[in-house]
């Protein structure tokens, strides 16, 4: 099984930009699509933006234009950078397969806040 961990979360104004990174274990991630996904308190978690092995991209309407998902398949590493980031994105980001999920990692917490 996969180990996936993300980082580069943090607290920032409306307007600024993060750059999210997610750390897959395992040789076979190039071989995943693979998903950026985020949870509120009390909400189901979301697909915010999915990138398959090919590197073919999809996103959720709510963050087309502003986020953009990719993949460097050499390091096992997948990215998710995040620019005009709005109050609503504030949430803790996880990067899984996708569409079907395995385990959970910890996830990285982004606050988007004035």
């Known amino acids: 099984q996969a180990q996936l961990v993300e980082s580069g979360g943090g607290l920032v104004q409306p307007g600024w930009s993060l750059k999210l990174s997610c750390a897959a274990s395992?040789?076979?991630?190039?071989?995943?699509?693979m998903a950026w996904y985020r949870q509120t308190p009390g909400a189901q978690r979301e697909l915010v933006a999915g990138?398959?092995?090919?590197?073919?991209?999809n996103y959720a309407d709510s963050v087309k234009g502003r986020f953009t998902i990719s993949r460097d398949n050499a390091k096992n590493m997948m990215y998710l950078q995040m620019n005009s980031l709005k109050p609503e994105d504030t949430a803790v980001y996880f990067c899984?397969?996708?569409?079907?999920?395995?385990?959970w990692g910890q996830g990285t917490q982004v606050t988007v806040s004035s």
């Open positions: 899984n397969r996708w569409p079907l999920p395995g385990s």
């Open positions: 395992g040789s076979i991630f190039r071989f995943y699509d």
């Open positions: 990138i398959s092995s090919s590197g073919r991209t």
